[in-house]
C-alpha cells in the first residue's frame, strides 16, 4: 500500500537527481572551461595604463619638459557623507530635523546622536514620508550605512525598514536582521557597541590624517564641512539658474529678497540665515568674477581685435557681457532681455502683479540695438542719455579691493576717447572695469522697476513648470557637484600616501591618486621668460572631448565585462584602449604642444587579471598586459645659450655711444624683444622684456612695460616696422622697373606748416639740412625718409604697396605654424590697415614705403624677411627642429639683391649703425613714430638743447651676421622709446652681438 502510494514520487525524485548529477558531470567535465572562465570574469580587474607624454627637449637635448608621477590626495564630499559615519549621521540627522548639516566633532555627541537616529522606526519615517518622501528616503538609506552591517544583513534590515507600519526601531530591526542571517553582532547592545565604535574610529582616524598633513587641531574637519557647504551652494545655484534662467549673483540682495525661494530652502532644508549667506557667496563670486576677468579681458581685446581706434571699441566688446546670462555668451537673456528691453513685464513668474518698466532703455541694450538717438559714437550716446555720477551700491567692497577707490571715472564723452587714447593697460583695465559696474548698476535698476511692489504685496513666486524642473534636477546637480573631486594636499608626506593607501576602508572620501603631472624645467630655462609662452602648456581631457567619445567608452565598458572574447574582441579592445582619452590625459593647449601634439601624444596600455585574489598575491601572471607606448620627444629649435644671452640683453640693456641723446628711464624699464635666426628659418632665440609681470611701467609711457608678454610674435599695441622696410621697398620698385639703381631723388627743403622743412612733399626728413640727391645705396646708408616717400609715389597704388609686403612675408603668417590646425602658437601676423588698401591715400603711400602708419609687423616677420634679404630664399619660420617648414626663392634677381645687400654692409660701416662697425654686419636701423611727445616723458629724455624729440618711437635694428656669409640673423625692437635707434636700438644691438655666446655660435659656424 505504501509502496503503491509513495513508489511514483520515489521515481521522480530519483529521477531528478539523477539529471542534476549528470548536469553537474556535463559542468565540470564538457564545460569545465566555459564556466570557469565565466566564474573568473565575475572577479576580474583591470585598469588602463597611462603612457607618458613626449618631452620638448632645447636644441641639444636639455629637458624644457617632461611628465612626472606625482602624488595627490584629494576629497569627494559624496563618498564621504554616504560611506564615512561622521557623514552619516550629520546627512541623517539634517534629514530628519530639517536643519542644516552639520559635521560633529565630539566622540560621545556623534555615537549618541548616532544611536539616538536609529532609535527611529519605519512607521515615524512612513510619517515623514507623508509630507516630504525625498527626505524621509534620505533618512532611511544614512541609517542603514549607519548600522555598518554585512552585506548580507544591510540586505534584509533594507526590508525590515520597508515595511511602513512597523513601530520597532531601526535598531531592533537590525538585531533581528543580524540574527537571520548568523552575523556576528547579536543583540542590540552589540550593535550599539558597533555603531559607538565607528563613530570613535572615524573620528580618531580623521585625526591622525589631520596631524599626519600638518594640519592644526579642527582645521581638517571645517575644511570638510565647507567642502560641503560649496557643494550646497553649487546645487542651490545650479537649481536657481535652471528656474530663474540667470545665476543668482547677478541679483542683488534687495531684489532677491521680494522673491519667493521657499521651495529653494525646503529642497536644501535651508533656514533664513543659510539662504541670505548662500546668496552672499554667489553675488560676491559672480562680481569678482565680472571685474576681475570679464572686464580686464573685454579691454585688452578690443585693442587686440577690434578696427575701432577709440573707446567705442570696448563699448562693442563689454555689452555683451551684461545684455546676456554669461560674460562669455552673446545668446540673448530671454526673458531678461525682452523685459529691460521695453515696458512688458518679465514672463518668470505666476501671478505676480509686477510693474512695468518706466525708466529709459539701458544704453548696453540702446548698443545692441544700434539705437544711438543723434549721437554719432556709443561713446557719446552713453553720456549723452547717461553719464550721471556712477552710484556702487553692492559693487562698493570690491570697487576697492581692485584698486579702483582713488580712481575717478570719466566725466565727459570727450574725456573717455582722451583717455583711451593713452593706450595705457592700466586705464584701459579701468576704464572696462568702471563701464561694466555703470551697466551692471543699470541692470540692476531695470529690474528694481518691476519689482517695485506695495510693501504688503505678495512675494514674487517663479512659475511652477520653472520650480518642478529645477526641483527634478536636484538630485542630478547633488551627484554632479558631490562626484566633483577637490585636492586636498598636493605634495603629501609618505606618512599620508602610506596611511590612505594601506587603510582605504578607513578613510572613505579621501583618495590618493597617481596623476601624471607636466613639469618644466625651471633650471634649463628661466621661469619667468616668456618664451614658455611659445612652449605652452597642457591640458587635461574636456567634457567635450569625453562626450564625442562616449559611444566608444561605452564600448569599451562592455567588452571589458564581457565573459568571453574572440580575437577580433581582443583586437577592439586594444585599439580602443589604446585610442580613447582618459579622464586625466594631458593635450596640448597651445604653443609647441598644441602643435606638435599628435607626436607627443603616446598610446595607453591595459593590464588585466584573470581574478581579484590573483592581483592581490600578486603572484599570478596578467590575462592581458599591454605597455604603454610613450609619446616621441620633440627637439626645439631655441639654442639655450643663444636665448639665455638674447634674454638678459634685452631685459638689462646697457647703453652705450653718444650720451648726449638717451632715453635713461627705458635703459632701467626696458620693454621690447630680440629674436635669432639662422638662414633656414630656425628660431634660435625668442626674448622679450619684462620677463616679470606685474612690475610698475615707466610713468606716462603706454604702461606695456607692466605685462610680461611674449612679444616676437603678438603685437599689443600698434607696431609700425619703421627703416627697417626700405630695403624691401627699394627691392621691390628695382624689381618692378620703377627705379634704378644709380638714380638720384632729392631730399631738399620745402615749404610747409609756413617753414622749410627737408623732405618730400607731406614726409619730413631726419636730416635738419636735407641729403640733397642721393642714389639707392646713399638713401640707405643714411636712411632718407624723403627718397622712400617718392618710392611710395612710384608704388602708385595700396595694391602695389600690399604686394611687396606680402612678397617679403609681411601681413604672412611667419610659417611657425605651418601645417597646424589654426594657430598653436599665438601669431598677430595681418597688418590691420592692409584691409582698407584699396583707399589709401598718397600720404599713406609715401608713409609706407617708409615702414610707418599703415605698416605693421612683429620681430620675427622682421627677422624673417631679412633672412630672405641675406639668403635670396624666404623660409618658413620654425620653433621645431626637423619640422616640415620649407623656403621659397624670392621673386628678386641676384644683382637687386646684391645692390641692397651691399648697401646693408654700408649701413654699418659710415650709415646709421657705424657703431656696429667692426662687427661684421649687414644691418638696418629703424624708427617708427608711435605716440605723442608730452612734457612729461621729454623730461625723462636726455638730449642737447635745441633738439627736442618730437616723438616717441619704436625703434629697431635688423641685420645678419657675418655679412658675406650669413649664419645669424638678429632683430632688436624697443617699445616705445624717447630717442631714436641710433642711441638706443643699435646700442643693444652691439651689447647683443659682444656676447661671448653669440662669438661662440657664430665660431661653430652656426651649428
Known amino acids: 500500500m505504501i509502496g503503491r502510494r509513495f513508489g511514483p514520487l520515489i521515481v521522480l525524485v530519483g529521477l531528478g537527481a539523477a539529471l542534476v548529477l549528470i548536469r553537474a558531470a556535463r559542468i565540470q567535465v564538457t564545460e569545465h572551461e566555459t564556466w570557469a572562465r565565466e566564474a573568473a570574469n565575475l572577479e576580474r580587474s583591470s585598469r588602463r595604463l597611462p603612457y607618458h607624454r ?125 540574527n537571520e542571517v548568523r552575523s556576528e553582532l547579536r543583540g542590540e547592545d552589540a550593535i550599539r557597541e558597533h555603531v559607538r565604535a565607528r563613530c570613535w574610529a572615524s573620528l580618531y582616524d580623521l585625526d591622525q590624517l589631520e596631524l599626519s598633513l600638518g594640519r592644526e587641531r579642527g582645521a581638517l574637519l571645517e575644511e570638510l564641512a565647507r567642502r560641503g557647504r560649496e557643494v550646497e551652494d553649487g546645487v542651490a545655484s545650479r537649481m536657481f539658474r535652471r528656474a530663474a534662467g540667470v545665476p543668482a549673483g547677478r541679483l542683488e540682495p534687495r531684489a532677491l529678497a521680494a522673491w519667493d525661494l521657499s521651495w529653494l530652502q525646503r529642497a536644501l532644508r535651508w533656514s533664513d540665515e543659510r539662504l541670505r549667506q548662500w546668496h552672499a557667496a554667489t553675488r560676491r563670486g559672480w562680481q569678482e568674477y565680472m571685474l576681475t576677468r570679464i572686464a580686464p579681458s573685454a579691454a585688452l581685446e578690443a585693442r587686440l581685435s577690434a578696427e575701432e581706434t577709440t573707446i567705442d571699441a570696448l563699448l562693442w566688446m563689454l555689452a555683451p557681457s551684461i545684455a546676456t546670462s554669461e560674460g562669455s555668451q552673446r545668446a540673448a537673456l530671454l526673458p531678461w532681455g525682452e523685459a529691460l528691453a521695453g515696458a512688458t513685464p518679465p514672463a518668470l513668474f505666476d501671478g505676480a502683479p509686477l510693474s512695468s518698466a518706466k525708466g529709459t532703455l539701458p544704453s548696453f541694450l540702446a548698443l545692441s540695438k544700434n539705437d544711438q538717438e543723434g549721437a554719432w559714437s556709443p561713446t557719446q550716446d552713453l553720456f549723452l542719455h547717461g553719464g550721471e555720477a556712477l552710484e556702487l551700491g553692492g559693487w562698493g567692497p570690491l570697487w576697492d579691493a581692485v584698486g579702483l577707490s582713488d580712481w575717478e571715472p570719466p566725466a565727459s564723452a570727450y574725456e573717455a576717447f582722451n583717455r583711451w587714447e593713452r593706450e595705457s593697460s592700466m586705464e584701459d583695465r579701468r576704464l572696462a572695469q568702471w563701464l561694466l559696474v555703470y551697466w551692471a548698476r543699470e541692470w540692476e535698476r531695470g529690474w528694481l522697476m518691476h519689482q517695485a511692489l506695495d510693501p504688503g504685496a505678495p512675494l514674487l513666486g517663479l512659475t511652477e513648470d520653472r520650480v518642478e524642473a529645477a526641483l527634478d534636477d536636484q538630485d542630478y546637480f547633488l551627484v554632479e557637484q558631490g562626484r566633483r573631486v577637490r585636492a586636498l594636499e598636493r605634495s603629501p608626506s609618505y606618512e599620508v600616501v602610506y596611511l590612505l593607501s594601506r587603510y582605504p576602508e578607513r578613510f572613505k572620501g579621501f583618495q590618493v591618486e597617481t596623476q601624471t603631472q607636466r613639469t618644466s624645467n625651471e633650471g634649463a630655462l628661466s621661469e619667468d621668460d616668456p618664451l614658455w609662452r611659445v612652449i605652452g602648456d597642457a591640458r587635461r581631457t574636456n567634457l567635450k572631448e569625453i562626450l564625442v567619445h562616449r559611444g566608444g567608452f561605452e564600448e569599451l565598458r562592455s567588452l571589458r565585462q564581457q565573459a568571453l572574447r574572440s580575437e577580433n574582441d581582443e583586437f577592439e579592445l586594444r585599439q580602443l584602449v589604446e585610442s580613447l582619452p582618459r579622464y586625466d590625459e594631458l593635450h596640448g593647449a597651445d604653443g609647441v604642444e598644441r602643435l606638435m601634439d599628435e607626436d607627443l601624444t603616446g598610446r595607453n596600455g591595459y593590464l588585466e587579471y584573470e581574478s581579484l585574489a590573483e592581483l592581490v598575491r600578486r603572484g599570478g601572471a596578467p590575462v592581458l598586459d599591454w605597455r604603454p607606448e610613450h609619446g616621441s620627444d620633440v627637439e626645439l629649435t631655441i639654442d639655450l645659450d643663444l636665448q639665455r644671452a638674447a634674454s638678459e640683453t634685452i631685459n638689462f640693456p646697457e647703453p652705450t655711444g653718444d650720451t648726449r641723446f638717451q632715453d635713461e628711464a627705458w635703459f632701467s624699464s626696458p620693454t621690447g624683444a630680440i629674436c635669432l635666426l639662422n638662414p633656414a628659418g630656425e628660431v634660435l632665440a625668442a626674448a622679450s622684456a619684462p620677463r616679470l609681470g606685474g612690475r610698475s611701467p615707466i610713468p606716462y609711457r603706454d604702461g606695456q612695460g607692466a605685462f610680461a608678454y611674449e612679444r616676437t610674435l603678438r603685437r599689443y599695441t600698434a607696431l609700425p616696422v619703421g627703416s627697417v622696410f626700405k630695403p624691401f621697398a627699394a627691392l621691390w620698385c628695382l624689381e618692378q622697373g620703377h627705379l634704378s639703381e644709380d638714380e638720384g631723388l632729392a631730399c631738399v627743403h620745402r615749404e610747409r606748416r609756413g617753414a622749410r622743412f627737408p623732405g618730400y612733399r607731406s614726409v619730413d626728413c631726419h636730416s635738419s639740412r636735407g641729403h640733397g640727391r642721393l642714389n639707392l645705396t646713399a638713401a640707405l646708408r643714411v636712411s632718407c625718409n624723403a627718397y622712400f616717400a617718392q618710392l611710395g609715389d612710384r608704388l602708385g597704388t595700396g595694391a602695389a604697396l600690399v604686394e611687396c609686403a606680402h612678397t617679403f612675408g609681411f601681413d604672412m603668417p611667419t610659417g611657425v605654424n605651418a601645417h597646424a590646425e589654426g594657430q598653436a602658437i599665438p601669431e598677430d601676423f595681418e597688418s590691420p590697415s592692409f584691409r582698407r588698401a584699396d583707399s589709401f591715400t598718397d600720404v599713406e603711400l609715401q608713409r609706407g614705403a617708409n615702414g610707418l602708419m599703415v605698416l605693421e609687423g612683429t620681430p620675427l616677420q622682421v627677422a624673417r624677411a631679412y633672412a630672405g634679404l641675406a639668403t635670396g630664399t624666404l623660409p618658413e619660420l620654425s620653433f621645431v627642429r626637423d619640422g616640415v617648414a620649407e623656403g621659397a626663392p624670392l621673386p628678386i634677381s641676384a644683382d637687386h639683391l646684391a645692390v641692397v645687400q651691399g648697401a646693408l654692409k654700408e649701413v654699418a660701416r659710415t650709415g646709421s649703425a657705424k657703431l656696429l662697425k667692426g662687427l661684421d654686419v649687414a644691418v638696418k636701423t629703424g624708427s617708427a613714430d608711435y605716440a605723442k611727445m608730452t612734457p612729461e616723458v621729454a623730461a625723462q629724455l636726455k638730449f642737447p638743447a635745441g633738439s627736442e624729440p618730437a616723438r616717441r618711437k619704436h625703434t629697431w635694428v635688423a641685420g645678419w651676421t657675418p655679412a658675406d656669409d650669413p649664419e645669424l640673423i638678429f632683430v632688436v625692437y624697443l617699445h616705445d622709446v624717447g630717442v631714436t635707434s641710433s642711441h638706443s636700438a643699435v646700442f643693444v644691438a652691439r651689447q647683443l652681438l659682444s656676447r661671448p655666446e653669440v662669438r661662440a655660435h657664430l665660431e661653430r659656424g652656426g651649428s
Request: charged share 30%.
Open 54 to 178: 613626449g618631452k620638448i627637449l632645447a636644441r641639444g637635448g636639455e629637458v624644457l619638459v617632461e611628465d612626472e608621477e606625482r602624488y595627490l590626495v584629494s576629497f569627494e564630499w559624496r563618498a564621504f557623507r554616504r560611506e564615512n559615519p561622521i557623514g552619516q549621521v550629520a546627512l541623517a540627522s539634517s534629514a530628519w530635523t530639517g536643519a542644516a548639516v552639520d559635521l560633529l566633532s565630539d566622540p560621545d555627541q556623534l555615537a549618541e546622536r548616532a544611536i539616538e537616529l536609529l532609535e527611529l522606526s519605519p512607521a515615524d519615517l512612513a510619517v515623514l514620508a507623508g509630507t516630504d518622501r525625498a527626505r524621509a528616503g534620505d533618512v532611511a538609506f544614512y541609517l542603514r550605512r549607519l548600522t555598518g552591517l554585512s552585506e548580507r544583513a544591510d540586505g534584509r534590515l533594507r526590508q525590515l525598514i520597508a515595511e511602513r507600519e512597523e513601530t520597532r526601531s531601526v535598531l531592533s530591526l537590525a538585531e533581528i536582521a543580524c
